[in-house]
C-alpha cells in the first residue's frame, strides 16, 4: 500500500516534457549498444546529464513506450526533455561518418598527408595507390599517375570502413561526374593536355572569372612553340610547397622535367588536383592577344602582347 502511495506521490512531480537544463543546447553524442533497452542506458544518460535522475527516468518509462529505442549514435543535449530524449533515441541514427575536406590544387602529397594525419592510413599508403594508378579506372588515363585527376570536394567519410583504394576510385568517379559527365568539347586536345592545364590555371590564377584568360595566354604560347614559364610547375616536387630556396634551385635546372621555364611543352602530370572551374576555363579559353601575363601585390592579373609591355608592368607593380 505504501509503495504504491509513494509512486502515486513522484508521479506528480515527474514531468516528461520539462527540459532538464534549459538553454544548454550543446550537442552530445550518445551511442546506443546494439540490444541495449531504454531502461539499461539509465545510467549513462544520468552521468550525461540528459535525464533529471535515474528514478524519474524509470518512472517516465512506465508510461511510456520506449521499444522503438535504436542501437547506434544519436544527437542529444542537456536542454532536452525526457520525452524528447526518448523520441531522438527511436530516430534514426545518426550516420557515422564526418566531413574531409580535399582543397583545389592539393597534390597527390598533401591528400596522403591529410588522411594520414586523420589516421585513417600509413603515411604513404594512399600516394603509392595514386602514383601507380593501382585502382579500379572508372574511365582511361594515359598520365603516368592519377594527379589531376583526384577531384577536389568535401567527402562523407565512415573512418572504420576507410581505404584509400575505395576513397580513390570515389574521387575519380566524382571527377567523372563533374566533369566528363559534360562530354566537354576538348577542342582537338587530349584530355591529359586539359586536366595538367587546369592544374597550372588553378595554381596561377586565384580568380576564377580570370582562369579562362590565363588559359587562353597557355594555349597561345603552346601553339607558338614557347615555353610555358609556368613557375608552379617548378614547385610540384617539392616537399614543401613555400620552400624558396629549392624552388630557385629546380627554376635553375634544365633536368627538372616540371621546368616549364627551360624545357617547351606541359610537364608530364598535372601539378596539383583542379577543380572543375578550372577544368572548363582550359577547355574553354578565352582568346586573347597576351603572350605574357603577372600578378600584383593584391593578386589582380596583369597581361602583356609583347616583352616590353611586359617589363613595363613589372616596373610599374614591382614584380620581379
Same mark, same amino acid.
Given at each position: 500500500?505504501?509503495?504504491?502511495?509513494?509512486? #502515486?506521490?513522484?508521479? @506528480?512531480?515527474?514531468?516528461?516534457?520539462?527540459?532538464?537544463?534549459?538553454?544548454?543546447?550543446?550537442?552530445?553524442?550518445?551511442?546506443?549498444?546494439?540490444?541495449?533497452?531504454?531502461?539499461? #542506458?539509465?545510467?549513462?544518460?544520468?552521468?550525461?546529464?540528459?535525464?533529471? $535522475?535515474?528514478?524519474?527516468?524509470?518512472?517516465?518509462? =512506465?508510461?511510456?513506450?520506449? $521499444?522503438?529505442?535504436?542501437?547506434?549514435?544519436?544527437?542529444?543535449? /542537456?536542454?532536452? $526533455?525526457?520525452?524528447?530524449?526518448?523520441?531522438?533515441?527511436?530516430?534514426?541514427?545518426?550516420?557515422?561518418?564526418?566531413?574531409?575536406?580535399?582543397?583545389?590544387?592539393? /597534390?597527390?602529397?598533401?591528400?596522403?598527408?591529410?588522411?594520414?594525419? &586523420? @589516421?585513417?592510413?600509413?603515411?604513404?599508403?594512399?600516394? &603509392?595507390?595514386?602514383?601507380?594508378?593501382?585502382?579500379?579506372?572508372?574511365?582511361?588515363?594515359?598520365?603516368?599517375?592519377?594527379?589531376?585527376?583526384?577531384?577536389?570536394?568535401?567527402?562523407?567519410?565512415?573512418?572504420?570502413?576507410?581505404?584509400?583504394?575505395?576513397?580513390?576510385?570515389?574521387?575519380?568517379?566524382?571527377?567523372?561526374?563533374?566533369?566528363?559527365?559534360?562530354?566537354?568539347?576538348?577542342?582537338?586536345?587530349?584530355?591529359?593536355?586539359?586536366?595538367?592545364?587546369?592544374? #597550372?590555371?588553378?595554381?596561377?590564377?586565384?580568380? !576564377?572569372?580570370?582562369?579562362?584568360?590565363?588559359?587562353?595566354?597557355?594555349?597561345?604560347?603552346?601553339?607558338?612553340?614557347?615555353?610555358?614559364?609556368?613557375?608552379?610547375?617548378?614547385?610540384?616536387? #617539392?616537399?614543401?610547397?613555400?620552400?624558396?630556396?629549392?624552388?630557385?634551385?629546380?627554376? =635553375?635546372?634544365?633536368?627538372?622535367?616540371?621546368?616549364?621555364?627551360?624545357?617547351?611543352?606541359?610537364?608530364?602530370? *598535372?601539378?596539383?588536383?583542379?577543380?572543375?572551374?578550372?577544368?572548363?576555363? *582550359?577547355?574553354?579559353?578565352?582568346?586573347?592577344?597576351?603572350?605574357?601575363?603577372?600578378?600584383?601585390?593584391?593578386?589582380?592579373?596583369? @597581361?602583356? !602582347?609583347?616583352?616590353?609591355?611586359?617589363?613595363?608592368?613589372?616596373?610599374?607593380?614591382?614584380?620581379?
Amino acid at each position: 500500500m505504501r509503495r504504491w502511495l509513494w509512486v #502515486l506521490m513522484a508521479a @506528480g512531480c515527474v514531468d516528461a516534457n520539462a527540459p532538464v537544463h534549459p538553454g544548454d543546447d550543446t550537442p552530445l553524442s550518445f551511442e546506443v549498444p546494439a540490444g541495449s533497452s531504454a531502461s539499461a #542506458l539509465t545510467d549513462r544518460l544520468a552521468t550525461q546529464g540528459v535525464i533529471p $535522475s535515474t528514478w524519474k527516468w524509470k518512472l517516465f518509462l =512506465r508510461q511510456a513506450d520506449a $521499444s522503438c529505442v535504436k542501437a547506434g549514435k544519436h544527437n542529444l543535449a /542537456r536542454s532536452m $526533455s525526457m520525452a524528447q530524449v526518448l523520441e531522438a533515441l527511436c530516430a534514426p541514427p545518426v550516420p557515422d561518418d564526418e566531413p574531409f575536406t580535399v582543397i583545389e590544387g592539393w /597534390r597527390i602529397l598533401e591528400i596522403d598527408a591529410a588522411l594520414a594525419a &586523420k @589516421g585513417w592510413i600509413i603515411a604513404g599508403e594512399y600516394a &603509392k595507390l595514386a602514383k601507380s594508378k593501382a585502382v579500379k579506372l572508372p574511365f582511361e588515363i594515359t598520365s603516368p599517375t592519377l594527379e589531376g585527376y583526384l577531384y577536389p570536394d568535401t567527402y562523407r567519410i565512415e573512418p572504420k570502413k576507410f581505404t584509400a583504394q575505395a576513397f580513390i576510385e570515389r574521387q575519380l568517379a566524382t571527377f567523372q561526374e563533374r566533369f566528363l559527365a559534360k562530354k566537354p568539347d576538348l577542342g582537338g586536345h587530349t584530355l591529359h593536355e586539359i586536366v595538367v592545364v587546369a592544374s #597550372l590555371v588553378e595554381r596561377e590564377e586565384p580568380s !576564377k572569372a580570370n582562369r579562362p584568360v590565363v588559359t587562353g595566354v597557355m594555349w597561345h604560347r603552346l601553339k607558338d612553340g614557347w615555353n610555358l614559364g609556368i613557375d608552379a610547375s617548378s614547385r610540384y616536387e #617539392l616537399p614543401d610547397w613555400n620552400n624558396r630556396e629549392e624552388f630557385l634551385a629546380h627554376l =635553375r635546372d634544365p633536368n627538372d622535367v616540371y621546368n616549364t621555364r627551360l624545357r617547351p611543352g606541359l610537364p608530364p602530370t *598535372a601539378i596539383g588536383n583542379p577543380d572543375v572551374d578550372s577544368l572548363d576555363a *582550359a577547355v574553354h579559353p578565352k582568346a586573347t592577344e597576351f603572350m605574357y601575363y603577372l600578378h600584383d601585390a593584391q593578386g589582380v592579373f596583369h @597581361g602583356a !602582347k609583347n616583352s616590353a609591355e611586359h617589363e613595363a608592368n613589372r616596373a610599374k607593380f614591382n614584380v620581379y
